[in-house]
C-alpha cells in the first residue's frame, strides 16, 4: 500500500511540474521575427501603391546622363522586363514584324524607365515596346535606341504601358478590360479614367462592363475566337449586360455563336425577349390589381411621351393584295365553289387593285342603270 501511494503522488508531482512547461510554449511560439516579415516584403517596393505590391521592381530615378537626353542605346537582351503588360496575353512576335525590322530597323524607339528588380540588380526595364525588343533579339541587333522616361509609381507605369497600344486601337476587348482594371487596382477611380486615358466616360463603361458578365460570357470575350465576339465583343457586352438572368444571358451568348449573329440580330433577339419579359411582369401587375379590387386598382401613368407609344407595323399592301389573287385563283378552281363565293374572292381582289391604283375604279356603282 504504501509502495503504490508513493508512486501515485510521484506521478501527480511529475504531471504538476509538467504543466507550467506545456502553458509556456504558446509564449515561445510567438516568436517576432514572423512578425516582422510583412513589414520586410513592403519595403521591396516603396514605389507601389496599395493593391500593385505584386510589381516586381522599385522604380528609381534616371541616371544624371541620360535625365538630360532622355535617350540610350543599350543591348535589347539587357533591357529588362516585366511580368505586368498593358494586355492580359501579350501579343506574339510576327514574320511581318520581323521582317520589317530586319529590312528597316526599329522606327519608333521603345520606352523604358530605370528600375531594381527584387534581387538587387538595377538596370532599364521595358515600358512599352515589347514585341519590338523581342524582333529586335531576332533579329540579332547588337544595339538599339530607346526612348527613356522616369516614372515614380506603378500607376505611371500602367498609364505609359498601355497609352500607345490604345492608340494604336490594337488591343482586344479583353486587353482594354483587364488594363482598365489594373489602373483602377493601382489607385485611380473609374471616373478618372477617362481623363487620364484621354476618352470618353462610355468608352471606360462599355469596357468595365465585362467584368459584370456571367464567368462562361466572359470566357467568350477573352478567348475572341468565335464571332460575333471576335470582331464585336464590345457590342455583344453592351446586349448582353441588359440581361440580368445569368442563365438567359449565357444562353444568348450560346446562340450568338452557334448562328454567327450580327449585333444588330443579337440587339433583335435580346430585345424581344426583354419586351416579352416585361408583358409578363405588366401581366402579372394586372392579375394584382384585379385580386385587390378590379381594373380601378390599376394605376394609369399620369403622362405618357413619344417613347412610350410603339406604333403599329404598317401593312405590306402587296402582300394582301398576293393573298387576294390566290385566293380568288383558289376558290374559282374549286368545284366545291359557289358562284357568290367566287364574285366575292373576285371583288376583293379587284377592290385591292382598285386602292392600289393597278385598275380602274368603276364608272356606275352596282344596281345603278
Not at 132 to 143: D, H, M, S
Not at 165 to 178: C, E, G, P, V, Y
Amino acid at each position: 500500500m504504501t509502495t503504490e501511494n508513493t508512486e501515485n503522488k510521484t506521478v501527480e508531482k511529475t504531471k504538476k511540474a509538467a504543466e507550467p512547461k506545456k502553458a509556456a510554449e504558446p509564449k515561445k511560439a510567438a516568436e517576432p521575427k514572423k512578425a516582422a516579415e510583412p513589414k520586410k516584403a513592403a519595403a521591396a517596393a516603396p514605389s507601389a501603391p496599395s493593391g500593385s505590391g505584386s510589381f516586381e521592381f522599385e522604380l528609381l530615378p534616371l541616371p544624371e546622363a541620360v535625365a538630360a537626353s532622355g535617350h540610350i542605346t543599350i543591348d535589347p537582351k539587357k533591357i529588362m522586363v516585366s511580368k505586368f503588360d498593358a494586355r492580359s496575353q501579350p501579343a506574339p512576335v510576327t514574320d511581318d514584324l520581323v521582317a520589317s525590322i530586319k529590312d528597316n530597323g526599329i522606327i519608333q524607339d521603345p520606352l523604358v524607365t530605370y528600375a531594381r528588380a527584387k534581387n538587387g540588380e538595377e538596370g532599364w526595364l521595358i515600358v512599352a515596346g515589347r514585341r519590338r525588343r523581342e524582333a529586335a533579339i531576332k533579329v540579332g541587333l547588337k544595339e538599339i535606341s530607346a526612348k527613356a522616361v522616369e516614372l515614380k509609381s506603378f500607376k505611371d507605369y500602367l498609364i505609359m504601358a498601355g497609352d500607345e497600344n490604345l492608340k494604336r486601337q490594337n488591343m482586344s476587348a479583353w486587353d482594354i478590360f483587364t488594363y482598365l482594371s489594373d489602373l483602377m487596382v493601382a489607385g485611380l477611380k473609374q471616373s478618372e479614367l477617362k481623363d487620364v486615358l484621354h476618352v470618353t466616360d462610355g468608352y471606360v463603361s462599355q469596357y468595365l462592363a465585362i467584368g459584370k458578365l456571367d464567368e462562361r460570357v466572359q470566357k467568350h470575350v477573352r478567348a475572341s475566337t468565335d464571332e460575333p465576339f471576335k470582331s464585336h465583343a464590345p457590342t455583344c457586352v453592351r446586349e448582353l449586360k441588359r440581361v440580368d438572368d445569368p442563365e438567359e444571358q449565357v444562353a444568348f451568348a450560346q446562340m450568338a455563336i452557334a448562328d454567327k449573329m450580327s449585333p444588330a440580330a443579337l440587339k433583335f433577339v435580346i430585345e424581344k425577349w426583354l419586351d416579352k419579359q416585361a408583358s409578363k411582369a405588366a401581366d402579372g401587375d394586372k392579375e394584382k390589381g384585379s385580386a385587390k379590387g378590379g381594373s380601378r386598382s390599376v394605376k394609369l401613368p399620369d403622362e405618357l411621351s413619344a417613347k412610350d407609344l410603339k406604333p403599329l407595323p404598317k401593312p405590306d399592301f402587296a402582300t394582301f393584295l398576293n393573298f387576294a389573287r390566290n385566293k380568288y385563283a383558289k376558290v374559282k378552281a374549286s368545284e366545291k365553289s359557289t358562284p357568290e363565293g367566287v364574285a366575292y374572292a373576285k371583288g376583293v381582289m379587284e377592290g385591292l387593285l382598285q386602292a392600289a391604283g393597278l385598275k380602274d375604279l368603276p364608272t356606275k356603282l352596282q344596281g345603278e342603270e
